[in-house]
């Protein structure tokens, strides 16, 4: 359970911060604090049994049946993500109190940020890929939020929106990688998968699963040819990019790649196209770093190098080169995060990220200065830093790399390559920023050291910049031990962490990468002239264009089919549904089958032209539309005893429940619509909706004949018939599949009411309309809208119907009934006194928000489903038991009636909302009218 609580504990910072926002921005951050402080506390009270390979899992059924649990999983590579997830989350927390200004929303930065964290935590943690990917997706809408948090600004629009297509685009395709994953093994579970590397590397379908899940890892990480999303993602606030684009979101890729190494590496598939992935994105993004202006651009391009140096030794499929991996994850975290604070400082303080501009800033901020310098010279690879340790490991794996037709030296050369542009623009940070002569007309001037709670989180990470790579067998080795360990799956190999190896290739490579970095950037000026007269692609335009090119060609398709006409959809619609009806049932040969269908009798018979006649009475009338709906209610009526005669009661009582409420929903909306529809129809149009719904109804009535007189399948009917009493503890068939065996299918359901309900009140709040003085035959309305008669019957009716949907609700277990239509026979009756007496009196003896009662009734359903994970039963697993009550006798209790419970309340709370505030709308503007005409 403490694996779930680490889980969820950053979501209680997500919730106080925008409370406790209005008690000042210390008391704000304070409260984002909160949560993952104690999240850390609870993952490091695990790490002396982490250090030792032990692992810990949590297992609670979600959804079995699909495959899809809430299996948790704490190994040394979850544990090490874990930390920096919410190690270097604490400090930006307290690194963006400073940042933000006073009139952005702290608050709400905080919320989204540890929507992002909980998400991240979700993702290493998952021991089940169907949910690793849920959490995914949650990174890649919380990113998203995060990015566009100044959304007053186009460029952080774009940067967002740019984000979201390529991370979602990618996390589809990993969503089908997975599912092929869990064909292949038979299991979604990542431990499962993880110890079947031979059965999936020997499967036909290893090959196009491979190539799935690496576009999603690659496109979260911004390899080439995905990477582009990131530079673009800089518009966010510096601390989202401290945390986003350095320790959490860019690092999801690589995490995937890790977690599923001892799967999928070791093929040949995945060397090429894991290692030549990452060498690419490697040597591109360096080259791209240098010639940046902009702080935050060149950090970017830079972190798209580093993770291109991570995803390629990744792709080595060596032991060494994924310990390599591990432990330049972790550099890159430290430096980088470092790195993004110190150019969020510089930019607070300057008020431009310019490197052109911002010179010799050290002589205003020597503290920022000297912890930027630490940090950027561990990203250049220097001595005595964690950089270069891990720069070291990586020329060595580098090295050791064989490649067809004797081209082994081609990795090696482009790694030092790569490592020469490091070190340029590593040197290009230090010296344009903090060097070079004196600012150029800065916006801020003179700039100064920021608080020092702002320095603090910067100064703690260079610190340990420095730590890891003096001392690294005290400092980092046991974390990278562990996640060594979980990631190999095995024995870990030995290696040594030590600045001095001797005087060996990979130690010529380094000095190689220095001393060339340094002469690269003493030749720059040539070097940018080259740069900027070759031609460069603006990813951002082009992306906008390819958007707006869909866009206009929705708009062309939009166009063409949809000219604001509903009779031309619906004729579409039908003509489309008939034409693929026919390309596919049109082989079925003989239409009858050998089936005897059910004698008629005279009731049928009589029901059926009832329903006819109305249907034709309902075209002919069309125009009075008053009158064509009452007509039409007579349908529904006619359809709710066609249920009773076919032994369907549950259908039939909430079909006639359902047809009182659309009627009323319908009569208040028709109240501001022309009482009469003139015809203007012309003959083409008539005789096109004949043919149209003659076809329609020839084609379902066909089916229905071919389907009637063949013989069906029972199976599934006869599992609910035999499993009602016995699973569900009740003898009414339909309610127990409705709350129990498909209660998931309710849930979603009665969500979609809420939000409808939801969406139906913000449409019409505030709206006024101009009321209709008159009806269709010119009769002006009646000044007293409240007849006496009517409102005294609709007062006593009120318990009646009170009285009788309660005794719905509870017998619908195991008689006709349930809390669907006893929902809607409360609103019915509600309804009925906002119609007879009006709103403010309805609302002066029962002052409720609607929309208050559906959320509550959804949270009371969900929050049925997840008591029984606390039993350790799959979600909206129902229990029941018997009890005896005194002068009642023996009386069933069963969990299927408080989730019924959340059905009802969301029920009368969405149809109240939706039909009060119609009516309310038709009050108002009524009441305004007459007010203006007196």
Known sequence: MELLLIILLPLLGACLPPVAERFGRNVCALAAAFGPLLALALLLSYLPALFEQQVFFFHQPWLPQLGLDLSLRLDGLGMMFALLILGIGLLVIIYARYYLSNQDSLGRLYALLQLFMMAMLGIVLSDNILLLIVFWELTSLSSFLLIGYWSHKSEARKGARMALAITGAGGLTLLAGALLLGQITGSYSLQVITNSADLIQAHPLYPIALILILIGA????????????????????????????????????????????????????????????GLATLVFGAYNALFKHDLKGLLAYSTISHLGLITMLLGFSSELAAVAALFHIVNHATFKASLFMAAGIIDHETGTRDMRRINGMWQYMPITATVAMVSASAMAGVPLLNGFLSKEMFFTETLQVELMWGFDWLIPLLATLAGIFAVAYSYRFIHDVFFNGQPIDLPKFPPHEPPRYMILPMALLGVLCLLVGIVPNYTVAPFLDAASYAVLGGGIPQYHIAIWHGINLPLAMSVAALLGGLLLYYQRKGLFAFYERKYRVDEKEEFEKRIQGVVRFAQRVTDAIENGSLQRSAALFIATALLLATVEFWPLGQLLGNVALTPLDWVSLLLAAV???????????????????????????????????????????????????????LMLALYFLPQITPHDSDRSRVVRDVLLAGGAGLGVGLLCLAILTRPYDTSLADFFLANSVSGGGGTNVVNVILVDFRGFDTLGEITVLAIAGLGVYLMLDGLRLPLPGMDGEGRRWARDPYPPILTVLSRILLPLALMVSVYIFLR???????????????????????????????????????????????????????????????????????????????????????????????????????????????????????????
């Open 812 to 934: 619908g277990h195991n008689q006709p009934g349930g809390g669907f239509i006893a929902g809607l026979i409360t609103s019915i009756a509600l309804i009925l006194q906002y119609v007879c007496s009006g709103s403010a009196w309805v609302q002066q003896r029962l002052p409720v928000d609607y929309g208050r009662v559906a959320v509550f009734g959804v949270l009371i359903a969900t929050l049925t489903g997840i008591g029984s994970w606390l039993f350790g039963y799959p979600f909206l697993t129902t229990s029941f038991t018997y009890v005896d009550w005194p002068l009642v006798g023996k009386f069933e209790l069963a969990t299927a009636m408080i989730f019924d419970t959340g059905v009802y309340v969301t029920v009368v709370g969405a149809t109240l909302l939706m039909l009060a505030q119609l009516g309310n709308l038709a009050q108002t503007t009524y009441t305004d009218t007459h007010q203006e005409a007196k």
């Open 611 to 665: 329903l006819m006649i109305a249907a034709l009475v309902t075209v002919f009338i069309h125009h009075n539309r008053v009158a064509a709906l009452l007509v039409l209610g007579v349908v529904g009526l006619i359809l709710s005893l066609a249920f009773v005669r076919f032994s369907a009661p549950d259908l039939a009582l909430t079909q006639i429940s359902v047809e009182v409420v659309t009627i009323i929903l």
């Open 218 to 277: 690659f496109t979260k990480s911004a390899q080439f040819p995905f990477h582009f999303w990131l530079p673009h993602a800089m518009a966010a606030p510096t601390p989202v990019s401290a945390y986003l684009h350095s320790a959490t979101m860019v690092k999801a890729g690589v995490f995937l790649l890790a977690r599923l190494y001892p799967a999928l590496s070791g093929s040949d598939l995945w060397f090429y196209l894991v290692t030549f992935t």
